[in-house]
């Protein structure tokens, strides 16, 4: 296919959840909501979009410049593009919509170059332009994913299927919390028993998703890196995990750099419960998505 006169193409591309409580900027998993980008040749970049929020008209959205980035990898021009886009994932509430974007632009770009780059590095592209890999990586590869940077600036993540069973909640308050005012009240450094009580943790979760053990979760879940700094930003926090566990999750956590809550819940009627748990935490404006397990983006 020619980069010069691009034909329709068509993707799908998941939210995903990252940290999972004590995987801060490394654990990540992809859920069944989905960002859609059409796009098609255009004699100039055009970028139409519906869903949620707003986003403005520009050429410099996420997704063109995830499209530039990538022909700018491989030492090319990119064409002129228009892009359809149908967004539901929450903006700035912690479900990877700016990750869904990123991967969007370069994945439709790798399309267009015939797989030129292949989806590693799309990976490699997309978490350098995010800085951390934690969400693209689960919209890259589906499943649950462990991503690390290796001493050289590169980026290496492995995935795992996530057990069909497991139903993933996330309780999406009406207020936004931006990544970077998210991330301001985080210290800069930690105590030598903060990072073994993470550490361990984050392995925790791996077995427990290798082995189909959710039993493990609600310890696997915890935290003491991000999330203790976080909860002062998030009104009803605290109070809504503590009713989301009463009801039955046998985890929960904040997911990404926040608002959102997300439980993971193991029957129809406690993902209910845990719904009901959730309304005063989220008020008039929020949402409770119940979503499942997801693969990572695929074309349409």
């Keep these: 296919m020619s980069d010069h006169n691009p034909n329709s193409v068509k993707i799908q591309v998941p939210a995903t959840s990252a940290n999972l409580g004590p995987g801060f900027d490394s654990l990540g998993l992809a859920v069944s909501l989905y960002l859609t980008v059409e796009l098609t040749a255009s004699e100039q970049d055009r970028f139409i979009y519906s869903g949620n929020g707003h986003v403005e008209d520009t050429p410099n959205n996420l997704i063109h410049q995830g499209f530039r980035e990538a022909y700018r990898r491989v030492a090319k021009v990119a064409p002129k593009v228009s892009l359809k886009v149908h967004n539901p994932i929450p903006l700035a509430r912690g479900l990877g919509s700016s990750s869904a974007a990123l991967v969007a632009g370069v994945a439709l770009a790798d399309k267009l170059l015939d797989h030129e780059l292949g989806r590693d590095d799309v990976f490699q592209i997309t978490a350098a332009q995010e800085g951390h890999p934690d969400n693209v990586a689960p919209a890259i590869y589906g499943g649950f994913t462990v991503s690390a940077q290796r001493d050289d600036g590169s980026y290496l993540s492995q995935s795992l299927a ?97 608002p959102t809550l997300a439980a993971i819940c193991l029957t129809d009627d406690i993902s209910t419960a845990c719904q009901k748990a959730a309304q005063s935490f989220i008020g008039d404006g929020g949402d409770v998505h119940i979503l499942l397990p997801s693969e990572g983006y695929t074309y349409l």
Excluded at 200 to 226: C, F, G, I, T, Y
Aim: hydrophobic content about 40%; overall charge negative; glycine content about 6%.
């Design 162 to 258: 996530v057990p069909e069973e497991w139903q993933l909640l996330f309780a999406v308050p009406d207020f936004e919390l931006l990544t970077s005012e998210s991330r301001a009240v985080l210290p800069e450094s930690y105590s030598r028993g903060d990072a073994v009580y993470n550490g361990s943790r984050s392995a925790l979760w791996a077995m427990a998703v290798a082995l189909n053990k959710p039993e493990v979760l609600s310890v696997a879940s915890q935290d003491k890196l991000h999330e203790p700094y976080r909860e002062p930003l998030i009104k009803g926090m605290r109070d809504c995990r503590l009713a989301m566990q009463d009801a039955g999750a046998v985890a929960t956590y904040l997911s990404g750099a926040g």
